[in-house]
């Protein structure tokens, strides 16, 4: 629980717009980086393994691999120097924190790809008369004999 004071005084460091992202995404975080005078954003891509906190407290763990070394870097959700985060694929994953990515070596680092499910309003709706699976192959076997 979380005092009304601290949450109020928080507030104004929140970002408005956080993007929507979970672990187990690929993404690619565009990082300010100030450097005297000038300003630049370099893009640090990889897979999110964590996420914790609440509020202003909020953070994202991303590992990727460099020169066959695994490079995690700890991000604050809220931080102003974070200037975009794009989420390049989502991966399936049954754990919140996916910590054993670390011990696994090559194309096992991979996650496999969460599907993309029907929206509202495609595919066919129970006023279409959605069919179930014996009609189903019933349509097929009457197909196959003519």
């Known amino acids: 629980m979380t005092n009304a004071t601290i949450k109020y005084v928080e507030q104004?460091?929140?970002?408005?717009?956080?993007?929507?992202?979970?672990?187990?995404?690929?993404?690619?975080?565009?990082?300010?980086i100030v450097e005297g005078d000038k300003e630049r954003v370099q893009v640090f891509a990889g897979t999110v393994i964590m996420k914790k906190?609440?509020?202003?407290?909020?953070?994202?763990?991303?590992?990727?691999?460099?020169?066959?070394?695994?490079?995690?870097?700890?991000?604050p959700v809220n931080s102003p120097f974070i200037a975009n985060i794009t989420v390049k694929r989502s991966g399936e994953r049954r754990r919140a924190k996916l910590f054993y990515l670390r011990d696994r070596v090559g194309k096992a680092v991979r996650?496999?790809?969460?599907?993309?499910?029907?929206?509202?309003?495609?595919?066919?709706?129970?006023?279409?008369?959605?069919?179930?699976?014996?009609?189903?192959?019933?349509?097929?076997?009457?197909?196959a004999a003519s």
Do not use: C, M, W
């Not at 929140?14 to 690929?26: E, H, I, M, N, R």
């Not at 509020?55 to 870097?73: D, L, S």
């Open 12 to 32: 104004s460091s929140l970002k408005k717009d956080v993007p929507q992202f979970a672990v187990g995404d690929t993404v690619d975080v565009h990082t300010r």
């Open 53 to 75: 906190g609440y509020g202003i407290n909020e953070t994202f763990t991303v590992r990727r691999i460099v020169n066959n070394e695994g490079v995690e870097r700890i991000f």
């Open 111 to 143: 996650l496999v790809e969460k599907r993309k499910s029907k929206k509202d309003g495609e595919g066919a709706t129970k006023d279409d008369g959605e069919k179930g699976a014996g009609a189903a192959k019933a349509e097929l076997a009457g197909a």
